[in-house]
């Protein structure tokens, strides 16, 4: 028989009229105090007595000090052997119901708890696995207990006390769910884009990517009057998406008026306003893109003139114009390593632009010239067949071709036997 047994054996004495005292083991003496029990009137629970068959607490009070089944401490060993199982065994029964009990409770007030949750069923999966997680914490909790002989009360506590987790699970998280949360006016307003700024914008550089993701507003229905972009016509369309709906607008659709600032959208906000300052040719990208370029080569070239230095140091002629040749195509001087071609590309450029205009104005001209030759050959034409018109000319006489038939115009079928058929009279 454990010391843990024995302690929970010792629950009660036969004065009820005394309050349970909790008390600790003396680990010198081995010896284990009397401990008392009685009906609690505020939480309404029934006494722990087996023999006790009446669930009226009037009864119970008017009866007196009932016995008690439990020996004291130091008695069980002392009791026969079947009478100390049957005491075990009903102590181990009375403790599994209240287990059962408890387990029951905590499951009514999960299914309640999840009846009365609003939160979505994102934040209640979130709040079940935290309660899972306390139960788990409390069961690991009482085992430890249990081992070093702490649960000695453990059936008289209160279910709150014994089962935190409903604490637990009662509180609502006061957590806002940003996706749910709709913009307001002026949020949308700063990537919103007009109908006259989008034409105005519409053949700026890079439109189609600042385009795409701003906020519009279009207006539905039949109007008596259809409201232009500034009387710029345009074959291109807005594919605009409402949740999973997407539908092609065109531009003339557009309404300009406003909805009103959200802080994911302040980027596209600032791409817009940058795209209004943007020129129409996009010069500072491409002088960007040839100083970065200029730096890179730069630096390839130093590489390269470090290399063929070593080279020259080893008596390496073969590297050393293989090096050479190398710096000379990245447009470097072989000698003091630099760029002897920097404004090369800018001169290219400008040549290529004035090109492109020369041979623009050429193919004009060309067309403009076949336009009008092609229009004094018309108007030659033209006039040739008015004096072919003026011009008096004799009538000519058209053969006259008979039918296939033998009958002419306008001859009748006995008159066409009468004059093809020869009659011989003889001797008449």
């Known amino acids: 028989m454990s010391d843990l047994e024995n302690e929970l054996l010792g629950l009660a004495e036969d004065d009820p009229t005394r309050r349970p005292s909790k008390k600790r083991h003396n680990s010198s003496d081995k010896k284990k105090k009397s401990k008392a029990f009685m009906d609690s009137d505020d939480d309404g629970e029934a006494d722990m007595d087996l023999d006790s068959d009446d669930d009226e607490p009037g009864s119970s009070k008017a009866r007196g000090p009932v016995r008690n089944p439990y020996p004291l401490e130091g008695k069980l060993e002392a009791l026969p052997e079947i009478e100390r199982e049957n005491i075990l065994a009903g102590r181990l029964e009375e403790m599994q119901k209240f287990k059962d009990s408890q387990a029951l409770d905590a499951m009514f007030q999960t299914l309640q708890g999840d009846e009365d949750d609003d939160e979505p069923s994102r934040k209640r999966r979130v709040e079940s696995d935290e309660r899972f997680e306390e139960q788990a914490k409390g069961k690991g909790r009482a085992r430890s207990e249990k081992e070093d002989g702490e649960i000695s009360h453990s059936y008289r506590r209160s279910p709150e006390r014994y089962s935190p987790e409903r604490k637990v699970a009662s509180p609502k998280k006061e957590s806002t769910d940003l996706d749910g949360v709709p913009a307001?006016?002026?949020?949308?307003?700063?990537?919103?884009?007009?109908?006259?700024?989008?034409?105005?914008?519409?053949?700026?550089?890079?439109?189609?990517?600042?385009?795409?993701?701003?906020?519009?507003?279009?207006?539905?229905?039949?109007?008596?009057?259809?409201?232009?972009?500034?009387?710029?016509?345009?074959?291109?369309?807005?594919?605009?998406?409402?949740?999973?709906?997407?539908?092609?607008?065109?531009?003339?659709?557009?309404?300009?008026?406003?909805?009103?600032?959200r802080s994911e959208l302040k980027k596209k906000h600032e791409e817009i306003k940058a795209l209004r300052d943007r020129p129409m040719s996009d010069i500072t990208s491409r002088q960007a893109r040839d100083s970065n370029f200029n730096r890179s080569a730069h630096l390839k070239i130093q590489q390269l003139i470090n290399t063929r230095d070593l080279a020259q140091r080893r008596n390496d002629q073969a590297t050393v114009d293989r090096l050479n040749s190398e710096i000379v195509k990245l447009g470097g001087d072989p000698v003091t390593g630099q760029l002897v071609g920097g404004g090369e590309a800018e001169d290219d450029y400008d040549l290529r632009i004035q090109r492109i205009n020369e041979n623009n104005k050429k193919k004009t001209k060309e067309s403009m010239i076949k336009a009008h030759t092609a229009a004094l050959a018309r108007k030659k034409a033209e006039e040739a067949i008015i004096k072919a018109k003026g011009v008096v000319s004799e009538p000519v006489v058209e053969p006259v071709v008979p039918p296939a038939s033998g009958l002419k115009k306008g001859e009748t079928p006995q008159q066409y036997v009468a004059r093809t058929i020869d009659l011989d009279l003889g001797d008449f």
């Open 184 to 261: 307001n006016r002026q949020e949308l307003n700063s990537a919103r884009l007009s109908r006259y700024e989008l034409v105005d914008i519409m053949y700026r550089d890079g439109f189609e990517g600042v385009v795409t993701g701003v906020d519009t507003s279009e207006r539905f229905g039949s109007y008596s009057i259809e409201y232009k972009g500034r009387n710029v016509r345009d074959g291109r369309g807005l594919l605009c998406q409402y949740g999973k709906a997407t539908r092609l607008f065109r531009i003339a659709d557009v309404s300009n008026g406003d909805f009103e600032e």
